[in-house]
């Protein structure tokens, strides 16, 4: 061997034995590597500098939500004041119907109002049938009747419904009642046959205010409300 294949040996048994020292052996008997992450996840880290992860375990269920319950003087705030007949009244109603709202009910009721009188106005019976009691019905269908004989149609538009708000409410036996008045603008006319005007003005708009009376069987699954009465102030 020359001289350069020795030196190249001495230097490979030189590196040898320095990683030797540094490496240490494998026996086969050495403990896998220290997982410190696991340890803390398994007994908790006792590091102060170690942040906890959110989502923790729950010792206990949670409690649940506490639910607002509204005073008896508050149940119909913006509705009745406490004590009233109005307010004994709707105490009487959601005590045989659990599912009784009278801001959903005072919602429909606009509705309805507005359908009632457009369809009254139509002439529309089919529509009038639906929403009204027989009694009700009589009423309106006698008034349909003489305009038709006459030769008559009644054309109305609303400008604005501005109130609607219970003025009464009942419970006897089966049956809710709930009176409501409505203020309202609207503009109408009667014309005969040869468009001559024979009532009202097709250029005033005209405050009304009605009061109308509305009932449902309450142990019915018919969720509707008929109007069983009417009246006005003007």
């Given at each position: ?37 696991a ?55 959601a ?34 049938k ?10 309106f ?35 809710a ?38 009932a ?19």
């Open positions: 061997m020359d001289i350069y294949t020795i030196i190249f040996l001495a230097l490979a048994v030189f590196i040898f034995l320095r990683l030797r020292n540094v490496l240490g052996q494998r026996t086969g008997s050495e403990r896998p590597p220290y997982d410190r992450a340890r803390d996840i398994v007994h908790g880290a006792q590091d102060n500098n170690v942040v906890p992860m959110p989502g923790a375990v729950i010792d206990q269920a949670p409690l649940a939500p506490t639910a607002d319950v509204v005073p008896p003087t508050d149940r119909w705030k913006g509705i009745a004041e406490p004590g009233t007949p109005l307010a004994l009244g709707l105490d009487a109603i005590a045989q119907d659990s599912s009784f709202d009278p801001r959903h009910f005072l919602s429909g009721a606009r509705s309805a109002y507005e359908m009632i009188v457009l369809a009254f106005a139509n002439g529309d019976r089919r529509a009038l639906d929403l009204l009691s027989s009694e009700v019905y009589e009423s269908d006698a008034v349909i009747k003489d305009r038709e004989k006459h030769e008559q149609k009644t054309e109305t538009r609303f400008v604005s419904i501005d109130k609607a708000e219970l003025v009464s409410a009942e419970a006897r036996d089966r049956a009642q709930l009176t409501v008045r409505f203020v309202s603008q609207m503009v109408s006319v009667t014309r005969d046959k040869a468009g001559a005007i024979v009532d009202g003005n097709p250029e005033k708009v005209t405050d009304i205010t009605d009061v109308w009376t509305f449902r069987d309450i142990t019915s699954r018919d969720p509707n409300w008929k109007l069983v009465g009417t009246g006005s102030t003007n």
